[in-house]
């Protein structure tokens, strides 16, 4: 089956400037998940979709960073305006059968944003 | 809160020795416990995960992990490491608060096998 996709692979901007990722979890998870991986560290959930519902954006800085999946199945992620602390890598995740809790998780290659 | 450790941020071991990767956790409730790992430039890729049962769980490419409740450690470990293992290694716990499912990943460790 194919993988979660996401893209860009890379984007480069300046600070303040507004940068949108794009996700595409494998066909028929409910549950997408999406991470920030700052460099040293590991991931950290942003935001907790179950279809086209949020189920956790407790630490997703909403002041500049948005997220949807309208239809349920593709999802963007977007920050506007960015900080330089926002350089780090952005990973998509996705989880089927919603009724079981203990699926693990498949990851997407992630979305690497440097912020100048 | 749940939340896991990774007491070492690299692990070096000759091709063909044993391998350990360190990781304890510390929940409130029945733990559930994943190791991933992570390519170069790639996203994460499930190894194993402990859910209940035997305590030695394995999983892919010849990795088991050995869940502790007495020691509150889920050490990840291969008998014979290969070059090709060299990567970043994450444990992770799943967070049973509010029922979400969300996964708490520690800081991970650098596996670096030389030949």
């Known amino acids: 089956e194919a993988g979660v996709a996401q893209s860009p692979r890379y984007k480069i901007i300046e600070k303040r400037q507004s940068v949108a990722f794009w996700c595409n979890p494998i066909s028929g998870h409910a549950t997408l998940y999406w991470y920030q991986q700052i460099l040293g560290q590991g991931p950290k959930l942003l935001i907790q979709f179950q279809n086209n519902g949020v189920v956790d954006d407790s630490q997703l800085p909403k002041d500049r960073f948005s997220a949807e999946r309208l239809k349920g199945v593709d999802s963007t992620l977007k920050i506007q305006p960015a900080k330089l602390e926002d350089s780090a890598v952005y990973l998509c995740?996705?989880?089927?059968?919603?009724?079981?809790?203990?699926?693990?998780?498949?990851f997407g290659p992630g979305t690497r944003l440097t912020v100048l | 809160a749940q939340s896991v450790a990774q007491p070492e941020d690299q692990v070096n071991v000759a091709e063909g020795n044993p391998l350990t990767v360190k990781c304890t956790y510390s929940?409130?409730?029945?733990?559930?416990l994943f190791w991933y790992v992570q390519y170069p430039n790639r996203g994460l890729q499930f190894l194993l995960k402990y859910i209940t049962g035997d305590n030695l769980v394995k999983g892919s490419y010849g990795f088991e992990a050995e869940f502790n409740k007495s020691q509150t450690s889920f050490h990840l470990k291969k008998p014979s490491a290969l070059v090709s293992d060299s990567a970043l290694y994450f444990c992770?716990?799943?967070?049973?608060?509010?029922?979400?499912?969300?996964?708490?990943f520690g800081q991970g460790t650098t596996l670096q096998v030389k030949p």
């Open positions: 995740a996705s989880r089927g059968l919603a009724g079981d809790r203990h699926n693990e998780q498949f």
């Open positions: 992770a716990v799943r967070d049973e608060g509010g029922n979400t499912g969300k996964l708490i």
């Open positions: 929940v409130s409730g029945n733990p559930y």
